[in-house]
């Protein structure tokens, strides 16, 4: 059996690797740009959903969100109705930066789909997401503190 766990994540490092050094123009590295861009599709997201949504335990996500806070990238905001909950939002200059990220989102997709057909890409999509799900299911086991039985 092919093992497709080890191409995904070639892919994935290699993709992080370019935009780790296409953004350090603008500030932004270690992988930054990704909870910079979810807080812009999500502003006031909390940061255990960001968490949740890019796949990272809390201290990561709290390391990260520091990083960009500290460099302006966003701010936390209290709710309005529950003052101990902050709220993840971007500032100007983060919201400046995002459209420049999605350009590279969307080039970095056009370059990794060339050759394929747009029914290949459909059924890639649809692949991908499948395995993802799989692996969800093993990652909220573990996160509780589970052990998974291999």
């Known amino acids: ?21 296409e953004f350090k123009e603008y ?6 740009y990704l909870y910079l861009v979810r807080i812009c599709e999500n502003p006031g997201i909390i940061q ?4 949740e949504m890019i796949k990272v ?8 969100i520091k990083k960009l806070e500290a460099k302006a990238f966003i701010q936390k905001t209290a709710d309005a109705d529950n ?3 902050k709220k993840l939002m971007p500032t100007e200059k983060g919201e400046s930066i995002y459209p420049m990220i999605k350009k590279e989102n969307n080039y970095s997709n ?6 394929l057909s747009e029914k290949e890409a459909e059924t890639l999509v649809y692949l991908l997401e499948k395995v993802r799900k799989n692996i969800e299911v093993d990652w909220e086991f573990v ?3 589970n052990k998974r039985p291999y």
Do not use: H, W
């Open 83 to 85: 003052k101990k909950i």
């Open 27 to 32: 500030d932004l590295t270690k992988g930054q």
């Open 143 to 145: 996160k509780k503190g």
């Open 110 to 115: 056009q370059v990794a789909l060339e050759g």
């Open 48 to 51: 255990e959903k960001l968490a």
């Open 1 to 21: 059996m092919t093992d497709i766990l080890r191409e995904i994540g070639m892919i994935a490092r290699a993709l992080d690797s370019i935009s780790n050094i």
């Open 57 to 64: 335990d809390r201290t990561t996500a709290a390391r990260a």
